[in-house]
């Protein structure tokens, strides 16, 4: 059972846009920054966003963050075959002194 | 840009222990943190610890207090993650990775899977 609740798959259509939730407490999500995380089949994770909707270098602007109280959405428009993965939200849980992410959230692009 | 390279795939016993290492190349580990994030295969990431490499000091995550220790060598600039008592249930890929100050893994190593079976 995860700290950050994600929904277990989303789909849309190439060219589309689909958002994926990422819902915690005060103790996480609520009082601390969240990032995302792509990770493509048999690789490591990659970093989408930090600090709630930053873009490290080389990220599309196609891929988005935000926050609101205790929960946070990643944003990707323009959907691509490529963009095919699995999803992971993840924030400092000061409660548990701690790193907690999400279950994941698998896209699928039709 | 800093790489972190991983040791290569462990096959172990239960009740032994495994020690990855994670290197980093072409640069240092400079004063960010190295976390250890397990995969279980088929499930989610889960972080282990980590470890601020230019002061040695660590600290787990509750789940696995006592059965892993996580180490630094600032000379090589490598990082150790070595688990211990080692059941089926601790089959995974593990990975390490660099935090931003946000808490942000910005860089990752490749993975290294670890399994264990008797």
């Known amino acids: 059972q995860s700290v950050l609740t994600q929904p277990p798959s989303v789909s849309a259509a190439p060219g589309q846009k689909v958002t994926i939730s990422c819902s915690g407490s005060s103790s996480n999500i609520g009082n601390n920054y969240v990032s995302w995380y792509q990770q493509l089949p048999g690789t490591a994770p990659k970093l989408l966003i930090y600090?709630?909707?930053k873009r490290p270098s080389g990220i599309p602007d196609r891929f988005s963050g935000s926050k609101s109280g205790t929960s946070a959405t990643l944003g990707i428009t323009g959907l691509q075959t490529g963009d095919e993965a699995d999803y992971y939200c993840?924030?400092?849980?000061?409660?548990?002194?701690?790193?907690?992410f999400g279950g994941g959230t698998k896209l699928t692009v039709l | 840009q800093v790489q972190l390279v991983q040791s290569g795939a462990e096959v172990k016993k239960p009740g032994s222990s495994v020690k990855v290492s994670c290197k980093a190349s072409g640069g240092t580990f400079s004063s960010y943190t190295i976390s250890w994030v397990r995969q279980a295969p088929g499930q989610g990431l889960e972080w282990m610890g980590r470890?601020?490499?230019?002061?040695?000091?660590?600290n787990y995550a509750q789940k696995f207090q006592g059965r892993v220790t996580i180490t630094a060598d600032k000379s090589t600039s490598t990082a150790y993650m070595e688990l211990s008592s080692l059941r089926s249930e601790d089959t995974a890929v593990y990975y390490c990775?660099?935090?931003?100050?946000?808490?942000?893994?910005?860089?990752w190593g490749q993975g290294t899977m670890v399994t264990v079976s008797s």
């Open positions: 470890i601020i490499p230019i002061l040695g000091i660590a």
């Open positions: 600090d709630n909707n």
């Open positions: 990775a660099r935090a931003l100050g946000s808490h942000a893994f910005d860089i």
């Open positions: 993840g924030t400092w849980d000061s409660s548990l002194s701690a790193e907690v």
